[in-house]
């Protein structure tokens, strides 16, 4: 008694899961597949056997059926329903019955059925009409039919199984591939964040060093009296650049102003505008950097408009037109005057600048000024691309183990003792 129990208990001990490791996975997957196919064809071999005798069978009663004895009892009426459905009965199932078989059981079984179907249809075809006169013949064409939807049953659930299981080593292969592919794409991505990171913290460290340099640079610049005294001119003389262009612009634009009044009266008169409309052109935009050539255009139509002033056909609406126009004389002079002084400034101005340029300190600071921002454009473009790969780093190191679920899932399908993944 206490044996039989032992027995008991000891039967109802599971067999732990077999450990293997991702590397072994395509080699069992292939052995588990190999060996299921040789079992699927042993256990097709037999419904093979009889379906293919069968067919055998029912082709020698189909193409006999002609030269049977016929009923006794057969009416006559029924002789040309007879003389028609009999030949196309027999061509009917020996086309079915003439599939070739191929050796696949999978295929061997599409085979099976589409012939089944065409031997059903031709019974329910012109077969219903040869019941009466050859009702034993045709018992027995039935009964062979009906044993080839038996065997048909018989494989039917084996195909089954062979379909559950194919699309289980195909979800087990396409999880293993999807893994390896994932944990490759993965090991590239840690390496290139590590050779970002790292060049992103030496590129730090070289900004830091030229930011230190840039400050001393600026320091021993801002200790040179006489760069200082040049900064201090340069800026003067960009004053006095400016100063002069406001004065000019301020000229010229009253000039426009009233230019275009005489445009306007000159073309309701038919004729004489082109060349003040020119000069109009020529000034506005050349604006404070009219030069002497173009002052030397105002003092050609000056005289034209100034006539029309004195006749009364121009009308000056402001004190800036008055005042300019009080004295046509000074304006032409006045305009090359104020052009050589702005040259004069500007000459000043770019010997100051050249100094202060080729300072060595001020050269040196520029220079690393370049460096510092070239820096920092392959820094920010480095630290976009280093957000990027630890997204991309997430997301696989979140797909991986539902791979490896997915993976674990199709083996438990496969191998009835249990697969642990060795990961």
């Known amino acids: 008694m206490l044996k039989k129990v032992r027995d008991l208990f000891a039967s109802r001990q599971t067999v732990p899961p077999r450990e293997i490791s991702l590397e072994e996975i395509p080699v069992i997957i292939g052995e588990e597949e190999h060996s299921w196919r040789e079992e699927l064809q042993k256990r097709m071999d037999q419904p093979r056997e009889k379906f293919t005798g069968v067919c055998s069978a029912l082709l020698v009663r189909a193409t006999t059926l002609a030269g ?69 013949q045709m018992k027995e064409v039935r009964v062979l039919i009906d044993e080839l939807g038996h065997q048909v049953n018989e494989m039917t ?51 830091e060093g030229l930011a230190r340099e840039k400050e001393d640079c600026d320091r021993r610049a801002g200790m040179d009296g006489a760069l200082q005294d040049a900064v201090r001119h340069k800026e003067e003389f960009t004053g006095r650049v400016a100063g002069i262009g406001r004065e000019i612009h301020g000229t010229t634009s009253t000039l426009v102003h009233v230019f275009a009044k005489a445009e306007k009266i000159l073309q309701k008169r038919g004729g004489g505008e ?9 000034i506005t935009q050349e604006g404070g950097n ?47 005057s ?34 510092l921002r070239d820096i920092e454009n392959d820094r920010e473009k480095i630290r976009t691309e280093i957000v990027t790969i630890r997204e991309g780093i997430r ?5 991986i183990p539902e791979r490896i679920h997915e993976l674990e899932a199709a083996l438990r399908e496969l191998f009835t003792g249990g697969i642990r993944l060795k990961i």
């Open 157 to 207: 659930p084996l195909i089954a199984e062979d379909k559950r299981r194919s699309r289980s080593f195909s979800r087990a292969r396409e999880s293993f591939i999807s893994i390896r592919e994932k944990q490759a794409a993965l090991a590239e991505a840690r390496e290139r964040l590590s050779i970002l990171e790292a060049r992103e913290k030496d590129l730090g460290i070289r900004q």
């Open 290 to 336: 009219i030069d002497e050539g173009s002052v030397e255009k105002v003092r050609n139509v000056l005289p034209l408009v100034t006539s029309m002033i004195s006749s009364g056909d121009i009308q000056l609406k402001n004190q800036e037109e008055i005042n300019l126009f009080s004295n046509p004389d000074r304006i032409c002079p006045a305009l090359v």
């Open 274 to 282: 082109k060349e003040i409309k020119r000069v109009i052109d020529i």
């Open 338 to 371: 104020l052009v050589y002084r702005r040259k004069e400034a500007e000459g000043d101005l770019r010997k100051k600048e050249e100094f202060i340029h080729s300072h060595p300190e001020v050269k040196r600071a520029a220079q690393v000024e370049k460096a």
């Open 68 to 136: 049977s004895e016929r009923d006794s009892v057969y009416h006559p009426k029924l002789e040309k329903i007879t003389r028609n459905s009999l030949p196309q009965f027999e061509k009917a199932i020996t086309t079915s019955l003439a599939r070739q078989a191929p050796p696949d059981p999978s295929a061997f079984y599409q085979v099976a059925t589409e012939t089944l179907k065409g031997c059903v249809k031709a019974l329910a075809g012109p077969g219903r009409y040869l019941g009466t006169a050859f009702p034993d």
């Open 395 to 399: 997301v696989m190191e979140k797909e």
